[in-house]
């Protein structure tokens, strides 16, 4: 199956791709080629010489961090499950991915299904669940039927199912279809939508890790953190954080997508600045213009500026300048966009995906979009510098049970903090001197 987006450019001669190392092999989604190039010898490695224990170790020795957004270290929340008890215990895989301008799950679900499989089955051996659920985002049809015939493909050879392998141990894979949500990105409100129920993020504590999937221990990982895990396990945890920073270990997959002249999926070591990831490996801007802003980690990651292109992409670093890696969905906008009106469209996103349950979220998203099309309609004045700064503090404050509304404030915050001469000029003079430039 060919892939949605093409791979370009080197990932780092030191360290070499991870994720895509075999991308370009013919037929790689089905189970034999798989098979030909070590598929499923992490698993057996696993499952028929390592402890449980063991393989949390070596992931702990990776430093391998979350790869779905909020990027804590894997082995770590792989501890924080409780001792088995004799119950149910479930992996649930977060394979939603709607966060706009991120599109690199859906290439490893597409292109590479077996890896993920595998992974997954690395991580319910490691945690000593039986089930394993793969919450997928609805729209993703091509890659939810790839995914189930490797599912089925593995099951067939006798990876998973009753006896896999041959020991005593068995796992099941289980395909959930998602309901076309962003909220269902978050974890919690992703555990509601899996039982049955309206998509809304959970009060915590109690963590999934102790109380998630019908009420028993759960381990939340995305796609592309399980997909590493065959990689660790094969070369061990010291090998991989070899690669990237001390604390940022390895590669990761970014999705580079805006005004660049090669958008696409890109595998790069983290701690390499993002101009190399924007410039080099996307094209950078198209002739004759510059880039003006940037968005890290997908639209929930605070805005950056075009003189900030030379920031490492690790996730301290991106911290350190107010920022953060995110879903790993670059959003690339040149000297062309207005950053009101990029605002603008943003907060229309949020809003309409809020699931209502937490009044800042609710309310003050529209009311944002309300305001924003009040000044970009000419008709702003000074009064609505001062309700941006009152929404802006009643969203990304914290005061939501999940990150969305948090997002949505830093929308406004950081593009009123970087471009606040852009702001004056809509609502003060009622011009916009970058679409007016644009035109001419």
Excluded at 49 to 55: F, G, L, R
Excluded at 63 to 70: I, K, M, P, T
Excluded at 209 to 229: D, Q
């Amino acid at each position: 199956m060919p892939a949605a987006t093409e791979l370009r450019g080197s990932h780092g001669k030191a360290a070499g791709p991870v994720l895509t190392k075999d991308f370009g092999t013919a037929d790689l989604y089905k189970l034999a080629v798989y098979e030909k190039i070590g598929g499923y010898q992490a698993w057996r490695k696993a499952l028929t010489t390592m402890q449980p224990a063991e393989v949390t170790g070596e992931v702990k020795a990776s430093g391998l961090r979350g790869r779905g957004g909020a990027g804590f270290p894997t082995g770590t929340k792989w501890g924080f499950l409780p001792p088995p008890d004799g119950g149910p215990r479930y992996v649930v895989v977060n394979a939603d991915e709607s966060e706009p301008g991120t599109a690199k799950d859906r290439y490893l679900m597409e292109n590479h299904p077996h890896q993920l499989v595998e992974g997954i089955l690395i991580a319910c051996y490691a945690i000593q669940a039986h089930h394993a659920w793969i919450y997928i985002r609805g729209e993703y049809d091509l890659q939810h039927d790839l995914v189930a015939a490797a599912i089925a493909e593995a099951r067939t050879a006798g990876y998973l199912g009753e006896q896999p392998l041959g020991t005593e141990f068995p796992i099941d894979i289980h395909l959930y279809r998602g309901h076309g949500a962003y909220i269902c990105g978050e974890e919690t409100a992703l555990l509601e939508s899996l039982e049955g129920k309206r998509a809304q993020p959970r009060s915590r504590p109690p963590f999934p890790a102790v109380k998630g999937a019908w009420g028993r221990p759960t381990l939340l990982n995305n796609v592309e953190t399980l997909s590493t895990l065959p990689w660790i396990i094969s070369n061990g945890g010291a090998a991989y954080a070899k690669f990237g920073t001390e604390k940022s270990p390895g590669t990761r997959l970014f999705t580079v997508s805006g005004d660049v002249q090669r958008p696409g999926n890109y595998e790069m070591e983290l701690g390499k600045p993002f101009s190399h990831l924007i410039n080099d490996l996307a094209g950078g801007p198209f002739p004759g213009h510059s880039i003006k802003v940037w968005w890290p980690g997908g639209c929930s990651a605070p805005v950056l500026t075009g003189e900030m292109l030379e920031t490492p992409s690790d996730m301290e670093s991106l911290a350190a300048i107010g920022s953060m890696g995110g879903s790993g969905g670059v959003i690339v906008a040149d000297d062309r966009r207005c950053v009101v009106r990029c605002a603008y469209r943003l907060l229309q996103f949020y809003a309409h995906e809020s699931c209502g349950k937490c009044t800042p979220c609710r309310v003050g998203g529209n009311w944002a979009v309300r305001t924003y099309e009040r000044v970009l309609a000419g008709e702003g004045t000074a009064a609505d510098l001062a309700t941006f700064d009152r929404i802006q503090t009643g969203l990304a404050a914290g005061r939501c049970l999940c990150g969305l509304g948090d997002s949505a404030g830093w929308v406004i915050q950081w593009t009123m903090e970087r471009f606040r001469d852009e702001y004056e000029e809509h609502i003060l003079r009622h011009t916009c001197s970058v679409e007016a430039a644009a035109r001419a």
